[in-house]
């Protein structure tokens, strides 16, 4: 467990002998970050229930918050304001979407069943997507945010931007809802880049899950490189038909450029390390990106509801760090990180503050992992990763060297 700078114990009122602790700082050439947010994303409440079902059977005093709620947020919100970090980012207004935006990634026919669906009042779009007054709301501003973002790094305001938003979307896909998701938010970012003249985007999603709306979106492009690290949960239904398997590689042009990464549950750090150099490193040297997005969910790590990756705050840092290296060797450090999933209350909160670390390049945890001692066993993980790698070599064509 972690424990707040004290003074003494048996202090009862402020003491000026004790020093506050100097505020971190960049090394030479660092740049700040930029974290584009709005209150407005908090006004989405997706129920309760078991579990993320919405129902209630009965039998039970307290139910469950649905997992994706606006506390999440609120702590991933307050550790970035008063946490360590706090003194290396910028904070930037967010904004509402015009509907028209959302047509260069969502179908006219998708949006107007989402306006329906808000005008009804309340309804679940799929298995556990719940939307009620409030939530088309916060799902127009954590598009637009996110679209706010991109801009920043498009117009050389800035190179490094973070999107911190919800309703989360890296599951919706041009069609349909899926998975807790209503627009893309990453998806029309990346449009956005390639509509401003960016001809290769580099896509890394480390949400435990697939990001099966952003592939499914660029599935026929060679523009844009879509990566997913995810669990290998499979097809959960009809708004979930991708698998997330390896063999899901894309079409047409696209082919060869969706690159689905399934690793075994309890991959941990270790495995997550060996994953990036093995498969991820050399698969963005050899496309060689002009911008990356970095798609971040905590429900990878060690204590998440929603997923038994098993990464702790070392992981996600070492992940953050080797994402900022591969945007300052192609994409001129031009890096837009986009949030997604993560449902513990405090780790997802921790484990955020630990990826911006590493994308911030320091090199001293500024905060302690509240995970005592997490034992890792990367063995299996390892024979994974290298049989991708040997699929990759056989039927990637621009990954042949690999
Ligand atoms: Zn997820």
């Given at each position: 467990?972690?424990?707040?700078?004290?003074?003494?114990?048996?202090?009862?009122?402020?003491?000026?002998?004790?020093?506050?602790?100097?505020?971190?700082?960049?090394?030479?050439?660092?740049?700040?970050?930029?974290?584009?947010?709005?209150?407005?994303?908090?006004?989405?409440?997706?129920?309760?229930?078991?579990?993320?079902?919405?129902?209630?059977?009965?039998?039970?005093?307290?139910?469950?918050?649905?997992?994706?709620?606006?506390?999440?947020?609120?702590?991933?919100?307050?550790?970035?304001?008063?946490?360590?970090?706090?003194?290396?980012?910028?904070?930037?207004?967010?904004?509402?979407?015009?509907?028209?935006?959302?047509?260069?990634?969502?179908?006219?026919?998708?949006?107007?069943?989402?306006?329906?669906?808000?005008?009804?009042?309340?309804?679940?779009?799929?298995?556990?997507?719940?939307?009620?007054?409030?939530?088309?709301?916060?799902?127009?501003?954590?598009?637009?945010?996110?679209?706010?973002?991109?801009?920043?790094?498009?117009?050389?305001?800035?190179?490094?931007?973070?999107?911190?938003?919800?309703?989360?979307?890296?599951?919706?896909?041009?069609?349909?809802?899926?998975?807790?998701?209503?627009?893309?938010?990453?998806?029309?970012?990346?449009?956005?880049?390639?509509?401003?003249?960016?001809?290769?985007?580099?896509?890394?999603?480390?949400?435990?899950?697939?990001?099966?709306?952003?592939?499914?979106?660029?599935?026929?492009?060679?523009?844009?490189?879509?990566?997913?690290?995810?669990?290998n949960h499979g097809s959960?239904g009809p708004s979930h038909?991708?698998?997330?398997?390896?063999?899901?590689?894309?079409?047409?042009?696209?082919?060869?450029?969706?690159?689905?990464?399934?690793?075994?549950?309890?991959?941990?750090?270790?495995?997550?390390?060996?994953?990036?150099n093995e498969l991820v490193?050399?698969?963005?040297?050899?496309?060689?990106?002009?911008?990356?997005?970095?798609?971040?969910?905590?429900?990878?790590?060690?204590?998440?509801?929603?997923?038994?990756?098993?990464?702790?705050?070392?992981?996600?840092?070492?992940?953050?760090?080797?994402?900022?290296?591969?945007?300052?060797?192609?994409?001129?450090?031009?890096?837009?990180?986009?949030?997604?999933?993560?449902?513990?209350?405090?780790?997802?909160?921790?484990?955020?503050?630990?990826?911006?670390?590493?994308?911030?390049?320091?090199?001293?945890?500024?905060?302690?992992?509240?995970?005592?001692?997490?034992?890792?066993?990367?063995?299996?993980?390892?024979?994974?990763?290298?049989?991708?790698?040997?699929?990759?070599?056989?039927?990637?064509?621009?990954?042949?060297?690999?």
């Open positions: 467990m972690s424990t707040p700078p004290t003074t003494s114990s048996s202090s009862s009122s402020s003491s000026s002998s004790s020093s506050p602790p100097p505020p971190p700082h960049l090394g030479h050439g660092d740049a700040a970050l930029d974290v584009f947010w709005d209150e407005g994303m908090l006004g989405h409440d997706a129920g309760a229930g078991v579990f993320d079902t919405g129902a209630d059977p009965g039998f039970l005093d307290v139910l469950d918050r649905h997992p994706e709620n606006a506390d999440r947020v609120r702590n991933m919100l307050s550790v970035l304001r008063r946490g360590p970090i706090a003194p290396l980012l910028s904070w930037r207004p967010g904004r509402p979407a015009a509907v028209s935006e959302l047509l260069s990634f969502h179908t006219p026919e998708y949006i107007e069943e989402l306006v329906q669906a808000n005008a009804a009042g309340s309804k679940e779009l799929c298995a556990g997507t719940f939307m009620n007054p409030g939530s088309w709301g916060a799902a127009l501003i954590s598009a637009g945010t996110t679209l706010s973002a991109m801009k920043h790094i498009l117009d050389g305001r800035g190179k490094l931007a973070y999107a911190l938003v919800r309703p989360p979307g890296h599951h919706a896909q041009p069609s349909q809802a899926d998975g807790y998701c209503f627009l893309n938010n990453a998806g029309l970012a990346i449009q956005l880049a390639l509509d401003s003249g960016c001809r290769k985007v580099a896509v890394l999603d480390i949400d435990v899950h697939y990001g099966n709306g952003t592939a499914e979106g660029f599935y026929r492009s060679d523009n844009v490189l879509t990566i997913s690290i995810h669990m959960w038909p991708q698998s997330g398997s390896i063999d899901e590689v894309g079409e047409g042009n696209g082919f060869g450029y969706n690159l689905n990464i399934p690793l075994p549950n309890g991959s941990g750090d270790e495995g997550y390390s060996y994953t990036m490193l050399p698969a963005i040297d050899k496309f060689g990106p002009e911008l990356i997005v970095f798609v971040i969910g905590q429900d990878s790590s060690a204590f998440d509801p929603n997923g038994r990756q098993c990464l702790t705050m070392d992981g996600y840092k070492e992940i953050g760090r080797t994402v900022r290296k591969m945007a300052d060797k192609h994409a001129h450090g031009r890096l837009l990180i986009v949030q997604e999933g993560g449902y513990h209350l405090t780790y997802s909160a921790y484990c955020l503050h630990a990826t911006l670390e590493g994308v911030l390049n320091l090199s001293t945890p500024l905060l302690a992992d509240p995970i005592a001692y997490y034992p890792e066993d990367k063995a299996f993980t390892v024979k994974v990763v290298d049989a991708i790698k040997r699929y990759w070599i056989e039927s990637i064509p621009f990954l042949k060297e690999l």
